[in-house]
């Protein structure tokens, strides 16, 4: 019996020396196990020997465990101010980032042209040519002109008329456009589209009458629809429906028509809508 208990005795001091980590209650609990057990042999001797033995076991376990416990205190208050560290690195580097992020958006912002400078070369030379006709075939201008020739002249509020009216079926036409190639996005509703198609025909709808009319009315006609028109372009591109530069070109383009259809119909207005033969220069 004595030399079982010895070797229990051996056995629980080996564990104990290599599980160092071990709290110091458990140790409690294993020496009274081992008091205990020593006590059921039933040998007063043998009891004060494991006694003994396991005081001594906890004499020799409590310094190591008490070394392993401060190492491993430190060792887990290092990872923590580690990982503090760390995670300011990091929140640090995603604010500066984010920060460059927003600064670079707001610096192409500032750099990207606005207004009419956003608009295509090309849309703009087109867009002014086209703007010519409305000034140049306004019966007083026209007068004034002497490359152009006198059968022009003399029908030159017809022809503006006319051309009046096919600008205004193009301005609407690009709303068809715009809605067969679903600019603004596939998400928009079936009635945002349908008024877009409806819209495209109108403007060609209004000003086709005035190509029947006299001069005076036919360019009052003319005039009020291309109004319209850009006050309703308006309205689309605020829904962003329309490019952000387009309103920019059209805004000048618009005047040039407009004054142009005005002075043929002041014109009308104080001379009649007779041809005026051109005056011979001096």
């Not at 080996?14 to 294993?30: C, D, E, N, V, Y």
């Not at 887990?76 to 929140?91: C, F, I, L």
């Not at 500066?96 to 207004?115: D, E, F, I, N």
């Not at 006299?214 to 689309?236: E, K």
């Amino acid at each position: 019996m004595f030399l079982q208990l010895q070797g229990l005795l051996s056995s629980h001091l080996k564990a104990l020396t290599l599980m160092r980590t071990w709290q110091p209650a458990t140790l409690s609990s294993l020496s009274r196990m081992i008091c205990s057990t020593a006590a059921e042999a039933g040998t007063t001797g043998q009891g004060s020997v494991s006694t003994a033995a396991s005081d001594a076991v906890l004499s020799s376990s409590r310094p190591q465990h008490t070394r392993a416990f401060t190492t491993s205190a430190s060792f887990k208050e290092e990872m923590r101010n580690t990982g503090s560290a760390a995670a300011e690195s990091s929140t640090s580097e995603a604010t500066a980032s984010s920060t460059a992020s927003a600064a670079g958006v707001a610096a192409s912002q500032r750099l990207a042209p606005r207004g009419l400078a956003a608009a295509p070369p090309i849309t703009k030379v087109l867009g002014f040519a086209g703007a010519i006709p409305f000034l140049a075939l306004s019966p007083p201008i026209a007068q004034a002109l002497p490359m152009l020739p006198a059968e022009l002249v003399a029908n030159a509020a017809l022809l503006q008329i006319g051309y009046g009216a096919t600008i205004a079926s193009f301005l609407g036409g690009i709303h068809w456009a715009m809605a067969m190639a679903e600019y603004g996005g596939r998400g928009l509703s079936a009635v945002v589209q349908a008024e877009r198609y409806l819209w495209s025909v109108t403007p060609c709808l209004m000003a086709w009458p005035a190509v029947m009319l006299a001069p005076g009315p036919g360019s009052l006609i003319v005039g009020t629809t291309l109004g319209v028109v850009y006050a309703v372009d308006r309205h689309f591109a605020a829904k962003a429906l329309l490019p952000a530069w387009y309103m920019s070109l059209r805004l000048p383009l618009t005047l040039a028509a407009v004054t142009g259809m005005g002075c043929t119909l002041a014109a009308s207005l104080l001379y009649g809508d007779r041809p005026r033969p051109r005056q011979p220069h001096a």
